[in-house]
Nanobody, 116 residues
Framework: QVQLVESGGGLVKSGDSLRLSCAAS????????VTWFRQAPGKEREGVAC????????HYRDAVKGRFTISRDNAKNTVYLQMNSLKPEDTAVYYC?????????WGQGTQVTVSS
């Protein structure tokens, strides 16, 4: 059974940092592309950052470039999203998604709230 578990969310102030984790079981994340999505209240889910399978290239949404970093720890079967200089507009539920060859898995999400 494949499971993705996000953690690391919380309530922070503008300018603070958080590191989100996406820990996998039942699947080797290193073999999958992984994307972090977020969904704010009343808005559609949007991709924030992704890393290709096999530790390939990374890509970021313009709004988070220079502030967010996606990385892997293959030994821990975990993908991270380091978020610096957080802004109130980063407030959302953050989800990780692992995908390969048309198969995808989602985590349950972790809430990030940034106060001004």
């Amino acid at each position: 059974q494949v499971q993705l578990v996000e953690s690391g969310g919380g309530l922070v102030k503008s300018g603070d940092s958080l590191r989100l984790s996406c820990a996998a079981s039942g699947v080797t994340l290193a073999n999958y592309g992984v994307t972090w999505f977020r969904q704010a209240p009343g808005k559609e889910r949007e991709g924030v950052a992704c890393v290709s399978g096999g530790d390939g290239p990374t890509h970021y949404r313009d709004a988070v470039k220079g502030r967010f970093t996606i990385s892997r720890d293959n030994a821990k079967n975990t993908v991270y999203l380091q978020m610096n200089s957080l802004k109130p507009e980063d407030t959302a539920v953050y989800y990780c998604n692992a995908h390969r060859w048309g198969v995808e898995y989602w985590g349950q999400g972790t809430q990030v709230t940034v106060s001004s």
